[in-house]
Every structure is written in C-alpha cells, then in structure tokens.
Nanobody, 121 residues
Framework: QVQLVESGGGLVQAGGSLRLSCVAA????????MGWFRQAPGKEREFVAT????????YYADSVKGRFTISIDNGKNTVYLQMDSLTPEDTAVYYC??????????????WGQGTQVTVSS
C-alpha cells in the first residue's frame, strides 16, 4: 500500500505561482512513478505531469509544458509540482498519483485526496 498526501493548493492571481507537494508513504513507494492529474468542475480528470522515481524521466501535458515543473526528492519521499504563469484555466483539484510511468490515469494505482488550486483573473 502507498499513501499519498498533497498540500500547497490555494488561491492565486493569474500570472502567479504555486508549488504543490505530495508526500508518499509505504514500503514499496520507490517502485512507482509519480504523476499529477487535475480535474476542473464539469470536466474529466486530465494528465498534467509524471516523473519516474529516480527523477530521470519526466513528461508533461502540452497545456502546461514550459510553465510547470515536476520534481522528486527521494530522501523526503516527496514529489513537487512547481506551477508558474498560472491562468484561470489551471483552476482545478490537483491529484497526486503513484503507479506506472504513463499519461493514463488507469495506470496509477494509488491516489491522494486532492488539493484545490484556484486562479483568479
């Protein structure tokens, strides 16, 4: 079992930045890739970014490429999502997930509870 706890969400003005954190706990956590997904009201959950546990490989959705950065601190069992140049379209609940390195939500077996990000115009 892997337990994931996100933090760092909040309200920010357009053009601002936020950094989300996700702490992972569990004996086998290092076996998994870590991903960030988001879900806006009335929309399906969508992929944002993913990183392998060793940090060697990352992949981003086109909508966030160049603005968001995913990183991992193995010593702290924590994955981060640095979000810059935020727009109102980034408003969503952001979820951390652990699973296979993939853009598909079905490849992730464990999910956090989500953290709300709201970007005002």
């Amino acid at each position: 079992q892997v337990q994931l706890v996100e933090s760092g969400g909040g309200l920010v003005q357009a053009g601002g930045s936020l950094r989300l954190s996700c702490v992972a706990a569990g004996r086998t956590v290092s076996r998994y890739a870590m991903g960030w997904f988001r879900q806006a009201p009335g929309k399906e959950r969508e992929f944002v970014a993913t990183v392998t546990w060793n940090g060697a490989n990352t992949y981003y959705a086109d909508s966030v490429k160049g603005r968001f950065t995913i990183s991992i601190d193995n010593g702290k069992n924590t994955v981060y999502l640095q979000m810059d140049s935020l727009t109102p379209e980034d408003t969503a609940v952001y979820y951390c997930a652990a699973g296979r390195y993939s853009i598909n939500s079905g490849s992730y077996s464990y999910w956090g509870q989500g953290t709300q990000v709201t970007v005002s115009s």
